[in-house]
């Protein structure tokens, strides 16, 4: 991809404009905040997990498009799922958009999600993108915060 | 500034940037990031490479011949600095890595000795980190505190307050010349000269101001006054600390090493005056001889037609940016130099700045390290332009469509 213009197709637009799941969950069970401290953004996020499946959960904070849209589809695809899968799902994302993995063959979980392997090709926005995700493996460790750092 | 300057031959002044024929995405590079780092000059970059490739060794070492031409070399550049600048005498040009490490120079060594707990230092609130993070280790390492001078919602600083704000407790103020995000062109003379009437020196971050307009330190009267060879078409590497001479004398060494010894025996050790003093160990020879060069190719060209060029094109992006739907400019002074920053409703920053690039516009989208400006602004970033005398109205027209197809894309 030479044209970063590609990478900002209408889901993820769509997305930015309308994040899903935007909000806080309280009580939760889980919860972590993302920095990424090179660009400013910041995400907090809060799970309910019960019998090791994500029962709810929600965002907030403030970032790019390509954070938030990640942030907004993420939420979308681990909830209902298992634990142990939405922790594989998070492996997958984050070698698709470092261009380890090819996103048609070997990351069978991540569904639409693959409509940000062309992060890739702008190193300067990979963070952008693994953020919600950091911050969702730092929550189901249960650590207080992730960093991009 | 004179009406009938005669302008500059931009068209001719590209030729001596290589950069500027690169092709970015399949399209010609629009280079509006100086203020981030200047692009260098054939001259200079060549002059650089002759010393590299048939004038290099140590400087201030021994007598051979190469060695005492490669010293005249390197003071010629710092000869060169000092006149650029209008200090009294090249004692008072230290070199330095850039801002950064001239600022925590002064913070480390005059400021230990003059800053004592319970005491203050004055800041702008427009400064760069670079000229906040020393002063704040200062004053936590002595018990002191950081007071700021506010500024308006357009980005001009607030002073009417400054006498009062400056109390018998002030030890430093410390003021940027010209805002790298606002670009305001702050009153530098008569904030020194309100320091001064309380005896509190200044040093001024003129990082943003040097490549931009004509600087005088004996005429600002500034106490320290500072900046990098990079912003002004020279290479990294090399900075500039130019303090009055009285001070540099006061002041005690800061890295200890060779160079910047007069003697050292196991009982004691005595230094060499300022510079000396504060140059230890090898310098960046190549790189001071190559800011000589910048400083000789700008200076050719004319800080006041650069200035001319530059306010032009300043005054023309302001007017077609302001016009474009959602857009606000952040930083509305009077006295502005060379630097546009902006956001858009709906578009962070960093989205505009990957589509600017993906039309080979190469912008700056960030906190521009000053996150207190942010802060005072409530944005989390900025998109910020900044013209050079190289950059041209065909460029800010290139922009402008540029940001215009990414609001139409975010709509």
């Known amino acids: ?149 | 500034m004179s009406v009938d300057l005669k302008p500059l031959d931009v068209a001719v002044v590209r030729q001596d940037f290589p950069l500027l024929s690169r092709i970015l995405h399949g399209k010609p590079v629009i280079y509006l990031d100086s203020a981030v780092s200047g692009q260098m000059p054939v001259q200079a970059i060549d002059r650089m490479t002759k010393y590299q490739r048939d004038e290099h060794t140590n400087v201030h070492r021994g007598v051979s011949t190469l060695s005492q031409e490669a010293t005249d070399f390197y003071e010629a550049a710092r000869e060169k600095v000092r006149k650029f600048i209008g200090a009294g005498s090249i004692k008072e040009i230290v070199w330095t890595r850039g801002t950064t490490e001239a600022i925590n120079l002064v913070a480390q060594t005059f400021g230990r000795m003059t800053v004592k707990a319970g005491d203050e230092i004055l800041l702008s609130a427009m400064e760069h980190h670079a000229n906040i993070v020393p002063w704040q280790m200062l004053a936590q390492e002595k018990g002191a505190t950081i007071k700021v001078i506010p500024m308006t919602d357009d980005g001009e600083l607030i002073l009417d307050s400054l006498d009062e704000l400056i109390t018998d407790r002030t030890k430093l103020l410390g003021v940027v010349h010209v805002s790298n995000v606002l670009g305001t062109v702050n009153p530098v003379k008569e904030i020194i000269a309100r320091a001064h009437a309380k005896g509190v020196p200044v040093l001024v971050d003129g990082a943003q101001a040097v490549p931009h307009l004509p600087v005088d330190v004996r005429d600002l009267d500034a106490d320290f006054y500072v900046f990098s060879g990079h912003k002004l078409s020279g290479p990294t590497g090399i900075g500039v600390l130019y303090g009055k001479l009285a001070h540099l004398e006061a002041m005690p060494p800061w890295h200890g090493g060779g160079s910047m010894i007069r003697s050292v025996s196991w009982e004691k050790t005595t230094y060499l005056p300022a510079p000396g003093k504060f140059e230890a160990g090898t310098p960046p020879i190549a790189a001071a001889i190559g800011l000589g060069a910048a400083i000789d190719y700008v200076t050719a060209l004319g800080l006041d037609r650069i200035a001319a060029h530059e306010h032009e094109l300043l005054a023309y992006a302001t007017e077609r940016l302001a016009g474009l739907p959602g857009l606000r400019i952040l930083g509305n002074a009077k006295d502005k130099a060379s630097v546009l920053s902006f956001v858009v409703e709906g578009i962070h920053a960093h989205d505009m700045g990957s589509l600017l690039d993906g039309e080979g516009v190469v912008v700056r989208a960030g906190h521009h390290c000053a996150q207190p400006v942010m802060t005072r602004f409530c944005v989390p970033a900025t998109t910020r332009a900044s013209f050079a005398y190289f950059n041209t109205r065909e460029e800010v027209d290139i922009l402008v469509s540029a940001v215009l197809k990414a609001i139409e894309l975010f709509k």
């Not at chain 1, 309308?18 to 907090?44: I, M, S, V, W």
């Open chain 1, 1 to 149: 991809m030479t044209d970063p213009r590609e990478l900002y197709q209408q889901v993820i637009l769509e997305h930015n404009k309308k994040p899903r799941n935007f909000g806080k969950l309280a009580p939760c069970t889980h919860h972590a905040e993302g920095f990424n401290p090179l660009c400013g953004d910041q995400l907090d996020l809060t799970l309910v997990i019960e019998d090791g499946i994500v029962q709810d959960i929600k965002f907030q904070g403030s970032g790019c498009a390509i954070d938030t849209a990640s942030a907004s589809l993420m939420t979308g695809a681990v909830k209902g799922r298992p634990v142990a899968e939405a922790e594989a799902m998070a492996e997958q994302f984050r070698g698709m958009v470092r261009g380890e993995l090819d996103p048609a063959t070997e990351a069978p979980l991540l569904g639409k999600l693959t409509l940000f392997s062309g992060v890739k090709d702008l190193p300067s926005r990979v963070k952008c993108a693994v953020l919600p995700w950091a911050t969702l493996h730092a929550a189901l460790k249960g650590e207080e915060e992730a960093s991009t750092e």
